[in-house]
């Protein structure tokens, strides 16, 4: 493999992480929530897509982002809002607690075995750029990143809701003080991070055909990383670290000899802990830790 080869797939892995840290940075913005059930959110949203694709790929994606946004909202109602004024960790451990509850749901109703359907497949193929074959999953990994996060930048910066959610994510409660409604405020912010969550999903069933009931941990634990390397409430900041965290694992899974690969995952956490021991509140925190009321 090239090394522009490896370059392209691991921008788009950095872009699908970039992604899933957005959609985490967006709720602990706002909420002070790190939530670890995002995961169960790409999951169903990837049930859907392998179910439905055969059917009809437009109602497949469709139906993973309604899937995706109302599992977020559900969430939101069942669980978080009645503990909002609680302290992060405890917020950390319901999510933690909804993310089991959910696995077991998709056990009880898919099964513990894998789904498996062709998902995109014209997708697998290569395209030639420049005398390069690149896979053609990751020109599209990029774009659809690339489209998600200006996107979502033009909705946070140029629309009143999303001034709203801005502000809410700097200071919460400084922008309830100033009258933001903060339910609408945190329901929107959850039905956000269920659209991210679908656009990754997309992505990943793409790339793997197959989904099951942990399908969304992995990528949720390393965005979870990401946010915290940038600094878990500075959207900017998830969205950097989230796309640092897929870069690096891409190129240690690409360029590390084979007799030391399986401990890819360990230099990514040793990376983290450098990180983290330079700056303990991410690369882009502010030297003060905000609270929310």
Do not use: C
């Not at 978080?80 to 109703?109: H, K, M, N």
């Not at 998902?119 to 999953?137: D, E, F, K, M, W």
């Amino acid at each position: 493999m090239t090394f522009l080869q490896a370059l392209i797939d691991a921008t788009s892995a950095g872009a699908v992480y970039a992604l899933a840290a957005l959609g985490i940075g967006l709720v602990f913005g706002v909420m002070r929530l790190a939530n670890f059930a995002n995961g169960e959110l790409i999951t169903g949203a990837g049930y859907a897509l392998i179910l439905l694709w055969p059917v009809s790929w437009p109602l497949a994606i469709v139906a993973s982002i309604v899937v995706a946004v109302a599992l977020a909202l559900f969430m939101d109602a069942a669980v978080f809002r009645w503990i909002r004024s609680q302290p992060p960790a405890t917020l950390l451990i319901a999510s933690f607690g909804v993310s089991i509850l959910l696995q077991r749901v998709y056990d009880g109703v898919f099964g513990t075995n894998v789904l498996s359907a062709a998902v995109a497949p014209a997708l697998a193929s290569s395209v030639t750029i420049g005398g390069l074959r690149v896979n053609l999953i990751s020109v599209v990994s990029i774009v659809l990143g690339a489209v998600l996060l200006v996107g979502m930048h033009v909705f946070l910066t140029r629309t009143r809701m999303g001034l709203q959610v801005r502000a809410a994510s700097e200071d919460f409660r400084a922008a309830r003080v100033l009258g933001i409604r903060a339910g609408s405020v945190i329901a929107l912010t959850f039905a956000l991070s269920g659209i991210l969550a679908a656009a990754i999903a997309f992505v990943l069933t793409a790339q793997s055909g197959s989904v099951g009931p942990t399908f969304g941990v992995q990528v949720t634990l390393f965005a979870l990383i990401g946010s915290a390397i940038g600094g878990l409430g500075r959207l900017g900041g998830s969205v950097f670290g989230g796309f640092i965290v897929g870069f690096a694992v891409s190129m240690f899974t690409t360029w590390l000899p084979d007799w030391i690969n399986d401990f890819r995952i360990a230099f990514v956490y040793l990376l983290v802990a450098v990180v983290l021991v330079i700056a303990p509140n991410g690369l882009f925190a502010g030297r003060h830790s905000k609270e929310r009321t």
